[in-house]
Structure formats: C-alpha cells, structure tokens
C-alpha cells in the first residue's frame, strides 16, 4: 500500500506542478466547474418554483376541502346530529394540521427559493472574475510568446534587409 500511496502523492504533485506552470488550464476547470454550478442553482431554482407551484395548488385544494367540512359541522349541527358533528371536526382538524404543514413547506422552499435566487448573480460574479483572468494570462502568455519570437524574428528581418541591400548593390554595380 505504502507504493500505491507514493505513487498517487507523485502524481498529485506533478498535477499541482502542471497547473501552476499552466494556470490556464486551472482557470478553465474552475471557469467550467462554476458553469456547472451555475446550471445546477438555476435547475434547481425552476425544481423549487415548481414544487412551490404545486404546494400552492395543493393548499388550494385543501382549503376547498377544510371548508366544505367546516359546512358540514354546521349542518351536522343543525340536524342535531352531535356523532356527524364529532366526525366532521375531526376530519377538519386533521386537514388543517395537514395545511399547516404544507403552508410550513412553502415557507421553507420561498427561503430556499430566495437563497438560490441570491447564489446566481455571485456565482455570475465569480464566473466574470475568472474569465476575465483567464483572458489576462491568456494575453500575457501571448505576449511572453511573442517576445520570446520576436528577436529571432528581427534577426531574420535584419538578414533578409541585408541580403536585399546586397542585390541593389550588385545591379547598381554591373549597370
């Protein structure tokens, strides 16, 4: 075991190595890696907005409900009928307690909602700041290039105008 957890040390190593001489590279996963997150909040925003959606249908209904055995309390009292009355209490206390646990639910997914709302422009933040990075080593990396080229190139430039000069200077020799 003592081989496999050296070589895997190694590897990391030489993965932490790579990345600090390739920042790109680093700044492309974590540009990729809050595209992913970015995606995953605003599923997850629409899957809580529909769940709240439902939940509100849901309430509905079962307010319908609630009163419809609150009519039937009054009419079960009405024809002094103490047993359906009884009955009829029970069922709505029953379907009260179930709205009360669904209104708690909404409450708890409108929080969520609100969390996941506040994420998305930081995680749009954070996404800026790491392109924008990302365009600036890009830039010096072509720029270190470039100069790293660029004396060759006036070396060949400078050969090239000395070899031009020559030919004039063996026309106007010959004329």
Same mark, same amino acid.
């Given at each position: 075991?003592?081989?496999? $957890?050296? /070589? /895997?040390?190694?590897?990391?190593?030489?993965?932490?190595?790579?990345?600090? #001489?390739?920042?790109? /590279?680093?700044?492309?996963?974590?540009?990729?890696?809050?595209?992913?997150?970015?995606?995953?909040?605003?599923?997850?925003?629409?899957?809580?907005?529909?769940?709240? +959606?439902?939940?509100?249908? #849901?309430? #509905?209904?079962? %307010?319908?409900? /609630?009163?419809?055995?609150?009519?039937?309390?009054?009419? =079960?009292?009405?024809?002094?009928?103490?047993?359906?009355?009884? %009955?009829?209490?029970?069922?709505?206390? $029953?379907?009260?307690? +179930? %709205?009360?646990?669904?209104?708690?639910? %909404?409450?708890?997914?409108? $929080?969520?909602?609100?969390?996941?709302? =506040?994420?998305?422009?930081?995680?749009?933040?954070? !996404?800026?700041?790491?392109?924008?990075?990302?365009?600036?080593?890009?830039?010096?990396?072509?720029?270190?290039? =470039?100069? !790293?080229?660029?004396?060759?190139?006036?070396?060949?430039?400078?050969?090239?105008?000395?070899?031009?000069?020559?030919?004039?200077?063996?026309?106007?020799?010959?004329?």
């Amino acid at each position: 075991m003592k081989f496999i $957890e050296d /070589i /895997i040390r190694f590897l990391e190593t030489r993965l932490e190595e790579f990345l600090r #001489a390739h920042p790109e /590279i680093e700044l492309q996963a974590l540009d990729e890696q809050l595209r992913q997150q970015e995606e995953d909040t605003r599923r997850l925003r629409q899957e809580s907005l529909a769940q709240k +959606q439902a939940l509100s249908e #849901a309430l #509905a209904k079962l %307010g319908e409900e /609630i009163k419809t055995w609150h009519f039937r309390i009054e009419k =079960a009292e009405q024809a002094n009928r103490p047993d359906l009355a009884e %009955g009829a209490r029970r069922r709505e206390a $029953e379907l009260l307690q +179930q %709205g009360s646990r669904l209104f708690n639910q %909404g409450k708890s997914l409108e $929080e969520k909602i609100r969390q996941l709302e =506040a994420l998305l422009p930081q995680i749009a933040q954070r !996404r800026q700041e790491v392109q924008t990075k990302l365009q600036e080593v890009k830039a010096a990396q072509a720029k270190t290039a =470039a100069e !790293r080229v660029s004396p060759w190139e006036k070396l060949f430039e400078e050969d090239k105008l000395e070899e031009e000069f020559r030919r004039l200077e063996m026309r106007l020799a010959v004329d």
